[in-house]
């Protein structure tokens, strides 16, 4: 066995934080998107502004997202906010269902193709209710915000 030095081994902690870093930034880097087929880029949302449904997605976000996506949907750890720009604003409608549908499992995301369709558009709903978060907010997950 190879015992490290105190330098090789501040190098080799440095280098582990920096494969961390990068893939942290590698699961906010919206690939997902180009794997949307058009026909799911182009579907709205039956449910965008309806307070029932924006309320019954809250629950269901609370019961399978906010695990991984914070209750506040800022993100935790690794796991990117749900409102970002990307999200919020650069992702269609259809594009969300689709990742809800299909999940991206080389990022860590299920899929959530058991919750019944009507209820992942509550879930979407319920995100976008929510906007992007302001410059000055307080993230629970800052740099990824800024990645993603």
Excluded at 31 to 50: C, E, F, I, M
């Amino acid at each position: 066995m190879t015992t490290l030095s105190k330098s090789q081994s501040k190098k080799f902690r440095a280098a582990l934080l920096a494969c961390a870093l990068i893939g942290c930034m590698a699961l906010a880097d919206g690939s997902w998107l180009k794997k949307v087929p058009a026909d799911y880029h182009s579907r709205t949302n039956p449910y965008a502004g309806q307070p029932d449904a924006i309320a019954g997605g809250s629950k269901l976000f609370q019961d399978h997202c906010a695990k991984c996506h914070g209750a506040d949907a800022l993100g935790i750890g690794k796991r990117p906010s749900l409102r970002s720009d990307r999200v919020q604003k650069e992702a269609t409608e259809g594009d969300l269902a689709w990742l809800l549908k299909n999940g991206n499992l080389g990022k860590g995301m299920p899929t959530w193709d058991t919750i019944p369709e009507p209820s992942r558009w509550e879930i979407i709903a319920f995100v976008r209710s929510l906007g992007p978060t302001s410059a000055g907010a307080t993230t629970t997950n800052s740099s990824q915000e800024k990645t993603q």
